[in-house]
């Protein structure tokens, strides 16, 4: 039990420091957009959740060497004494040579 806890708070170890330091603290539909066209870059990331335990942030990042798509669902819910762990996620990596 202790491991579980330990793996479900490793998750919100940062998340002090960044909610403070992070560009992009996105509410509900919110679309953050950021193309630094010097550096041939593009990143477009969404807040698409609406449980505040439990969010979805898809984002697409293009780039001079490649892009890189994610999305992530991360969740912990604790009724009372139970918790449930539900993380999913998906990345697509690709470089060009």
């Known amino acids: ?7 479900v708070m490793s998750a919100y170890a940062a998340s002090a420091h960044r909610a403070a330091s992070k560009p992009f603290n996105p509410l509900l539909g919110e679309t953050y957009e950021c ?16 449980v505040l ?7 697409r990042t293009h780039g001079t060497g490649g892009s890189l798509r994610r999305e992530r ?25």
């Open 1 to 7: 039990m202790a491991l579980v806890a330990a793996f």
């Open 35 to 50: 193309v630094r066209e010097d550096r041939g870059f593009h990143f477009v990331a969404e807040q698409v959740g609406t």
């Open 53 to 59: 335990m439990q969010q979805c942030t898809p984002h």
């Open 73 to 97: 669902v991360r969740g912990v819910r604790a009724p009372r004494r139970l918790q449930a762990v539900q993380p999913a996620a998906r990345r697509d990596l690709r470089v060009r040579a």
